[in-house]
Structures are given as structure tokens and as C-alpha cells.
């Protein structure tokens, strides 16, 4: 299925031999694309090659000051959680990490245009949700989420966001992008005793369910069966971004969840569902989870998700979005519903 699909080559992250040292997987999205080929999923043709995100994409969230920040070596060691690259001199670390994410969040970008003219896209990276206009922190440096959406809405191409961020980790970066924003609702599920515990950032979250360590599958997609489409009346988007971290699974010790791999995988379809279902646009960026299955549990939700797009497209026809967006959504803000922890 070609045309859906986001990929660049530099999307891979080497730290002149440093990531061994780090306990992530950064070949994790070459590994997904050479799953999806060998399973003759797609081809290298249906993948589409995004643009590095210019300075004026980055400055549309990013201040000045932040991106000067990048600069500086012990900065970028502290935000990419490498002592070691404080040795690095930002000419070396440039091409090798900031590069690789200036192509993801350009991919995040192609793939929200994506969705709008033809329903869903996947970026098969993105997702650096500790990232805001000011600050980053936990591997992520770009607000690739806050961009998307703040690029969108200042070309009025949509009116009403919706961030879906299932990653274990709360998405602080574009809740402190947005607090106090009526047109995006943010609905998070996350561990609430693992990092970053952001107080402030909490406020923005409209839809707020805190997980506790070790939640399983049954739980996990109770709540999410449960809350989406409440979720989804509320928020009225004409617009979603799909914050899909696979960092929930069993086996990755940093979200210290216990959600299944086949778990992962209707969680999914799910959020999926949900969207297509209401001819809502959405795109899903993959965010954390890089422990050595996450490439292969990715690789068969996507799987998952082309199969089942297939069958719909050939019972229903494809599901372009449908939204009037030339003209704002007359319906009322909805107020918030209580937070549930
Ligand atoms: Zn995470």
C-alpha cells in the first residue's frame, strides 16, 4: 500500500559508536522497514522520503535561544542522555543525531499533509513527546508533535487537534506547548511513577488516565476501549496525532509496563478504528520503545493495520478526510470531563 508510509534512511542514529553504550535500539526503524520488505508487506516504492525540517518548520515552536542551546555539547549530552557526548563537538554530533531528527520531524510533517489529503499516514519515526518549544529532555530534542500541529492550524488546514499519546511516558513536551489551548485535547495514558512526572505540564492533559507499573493487557484495553470514544465526542478533531510509543511492552524496563506484544497490536487497531471510523485524519509516529523486539512488534502492527485498511477500503472505499476544513466546526468547546487516575 504505497503513499501512506514515511521513511528516510537518516533516520538512524549513530553517536560515533557511543550507542552501544545507550540502551536503545537506534537502527530501530531501518529494522522496520526491512520486517515490512521481508514480509512483503511494502516495497522500497511505497515509502515515502520526507524533507529535513527547515529552520522555519523548527521555528514555528521552537525559540531561538532553545535551538542555539543545540550548540552546545554538554546541552546535547544531557538531552540525548549520553555523558559521553559531551566529548563531542556539535559538527560531529550535528550530522550524526540532529540531522537523523530534523528528517523524523520533517517526516511527522509530511505525514500530517499526508493524512489530511488521504485519511492516515504513519511516520516511521517522531513521536520525541518530552520535546517542547523551550525545553527537551529524554532523547528527544525537536517537538517533531507540537510542529505538525502548530504548522496545520497557522495554515488553517485544521481547527481542532486531537494528541492521543499512548507512549508509557506522559507526553510533557506538547502539554506544555499547548496548556491552555481550547482547540487541542490531549489524552494521555501513561505510567504515572516513571519519568517525567511533570506537574506543570499535567494541566494540560484534558483526558489524564495514570497507569500503575506492571499494568497488563486486559486493564490497558479496557480503559482504551472505554475512554477513546468519549475521547473522540468530546475533542471533535478534524485532526489526530497518534503518539504510538511501544515502550508499554512487557519486556522494556523503562515504561515498566506489562502490556503483551499482541496487546501493542490492538492497541493499534483501536486507536485506528476510531479514527477511520469517524473519516477523522490521523498519523502515527512512533515514539519510544526501542528495547531489541520493539522493530518487530511495530513491523507487525503495521502489518495488522495495512491488512485491515485493505478490507475496509474494498467494503467501503477509501476514507479520505471528509472534515469541512475551510470552515470551522461550529459546535460548542466541550468542557473538560473529570481526570481519571
Ligand atoms: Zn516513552
Redesign the pocket.
Known sequence: MSGHIIYHPRYNISLCGLEKFHPFDTYKYAHIVQYLKDRGVITDGDLLRPKQASQQDLRSVHSCGYLCCLCCPCRFAKLTEVPAACLCCWCCYDPMVLAPMRFATGGTLLGGRIALDTGWAINLSGGY?HASGTHGG?FCIYADISIVIRTLLNEKKIHKALIIDL???QGNGPERDFLGDPNIHIFDLYNGSIYPKDRYAKQAIKTRVELQSGTRDKRYLDILRTTLPEVFAEARPDFVVYNA?T?IFEGDS??ALGVSDEGIIARDDIVFREALDRRTPIVMVL???YTKESAMIVGRSIENLLSKIRDRDQRLGPAPASLPLSQPDPAPLMVAPPVRK
Open positions: 513527546h529524554g507512549d508509557a511516558h510509543g515502550d523503562l515504561g515514539s519510544g520503545g
